[in-house]
């Protein structure tokens, strides 16, 4: 029998039922319901901070005077991003899940994890975590009930949700509308490792993982995966998409963007973007809303109105330093759990490649191997896995919106698309109308990242950014798009895509990316307001060389780049559409119901092209 430590935090019938059936399956020794205080999450750290060297479940405190409340933590090595192979949609039927999803019957899933989960917890605790996806109060959040034996994940979750006895304030004593999650790690079995989300049952099951994307449950399963299939049926939208706030000097009000580009493609960094000193000097002010998930819904107004469900961002750590991303890294100075980073062991502290340009000496790669950190990078050796993380509480981030917290969301202007394209995809071109936006992120592909398992630098389609996270079959989604763009009508935001990824021949990129990237987003608004003309290509609209201020980068992107970045090839383009006519094909061949309308727009392109 489980040994219940502390009282139930809520007298909501349907959570009590299904925690009591979740501890006869997975026999935990103990029960915590979780609370969100201070004292118990202290003392949890504590405990897991306690464990023995080895211990996979240990974690670290590091340097408090250097990084107070930060802790450090690394995962076993099979086990360092999301597994998209393991990641299940289970739908009554097989097109309910569709072609981007692998599917099992609901009823042969179900018995497979029952016995995976039979006695799972044996020897260790159940925390029961409340949390919700969304300000406390806002119409537009949602609760989810997290079961977890991982003391990493509870701290997690307190950093990237709004956890705690707080969470079911909002669900309420007899809602049963409530997303359920059991997550065990189980043996951390890759072989037996899955990630399933039931979209009908609101249920997500995660085991044999403790990594990210797989087991916080609330992040990619729910706000992405569970959310899609609720908005589709609720007349809103779940997107992989970073939101921006941007205040320019003759605006009276902060304009705000929404991006989608697929995992490790860059949000993170444009939503914490620092404008270029040029703009800053102008005026310009940029402020954080979300890196990684909007969720969106059609205001009083008739507008598109967009809140950040999570509370905290689990983001790239390689690559992020003062100058690539100054508020991404000011954000994990405090409070933040490091993940497979190395240990720098001069001052206790951490450190990944591009972090600063020598490594330590005296360090720790990140599996936990003492080495000399120069000699060992010297060798062509990584230090920090290149999908590590860090998990950063949003109220650390410099530039966070005041509207973070705003239960209504803040209203959407534009909505950018894209993706790593080392060719073909210029710098930014604006869709001629909310259907062709929708086909141009029904376009989007990507080389990929090490933010999954698999290989890396492959090109390959990531419609709108989500193609591992759409909890249904894609045709309907895109339906779903074109849906909402009838209802919001001239109210629309504008659709663009980007593309920051350009390179030239030496296969350097072409444009310098980062804060930059200010200038094209300043183009898309002054798009927007009606302030800037356009270039109307085959494609879409394209900027006029002269209304990309290059001011202070002259010397860096010459005229002859620009043009480069702002072409569009007629034969890669052909071909780009013949690939999508195809790729339509084998998603129809595979079960979805691609929309007529899209079609339309791919006839078009390809009689513009010639
Ligand atoms: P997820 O958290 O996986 O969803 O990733 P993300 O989309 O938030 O990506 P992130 O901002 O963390 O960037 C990932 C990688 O892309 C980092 O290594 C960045 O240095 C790099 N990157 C981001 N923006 C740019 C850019 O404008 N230009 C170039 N060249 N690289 C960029
Ligand atoms: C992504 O891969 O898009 C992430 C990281 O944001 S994870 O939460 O691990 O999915
Ligand atoms: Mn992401």
Redesign the pocket.
Known sequence: MAKILNAPLTKNPYVLKWVEEQIALTTPDYVMWIDGSAEQLDQLRNEVCALPEGHNDKMYRLNQDKLPGCIYHRTLPNDVARVEGRTFICTPEKDGAGPTNNWMDPAEMHAKLNKLFTGAMKGRTMYVIPYSMGPIGSPLAKVGVELTDSIYVVLNMEIMTRMGKRAFENLGDENPDFVKGLHSKALVDPEERYIVQFPQENAIYSINSAYG?NVLLGK?CFALRIASYQGKNEGWMAE?MLILGVKRPGDDEVKYVTAAFP??CG?TNLAMLIPPKYYREQGYETFTVGD??AWMKPGKDGRLYAINPENGF?GVAPGTNENSNFNALASTRKNTIFTNVAMNEEDNTVWWEGLTKEPPVFAREWKGAKVNGKAFVADGNKLAHPNSRFTAPAINCPCISPEFDNPQGVPVSAMIFGGRRESTTPLVYQSFDWVHGTYVGSAVSSETTA?ATGEVGVLRHDPMAMKPFIGYNVGDYWAHWIEMGKILGDKAPKIFNVNWFRKDEEGHFMWPGFGDNMRVVDWILKRVSGEADAVETAIGYLPKPEDINLSGIEDEVSQETLAKLLSVDKDLWKKEVAQMRDYYAELTAGGAHIPQELYDVLDKIESKLG
């Open positions: 994307g990619k992989h995992s490790a949000k990684d998930i689990f933010a």
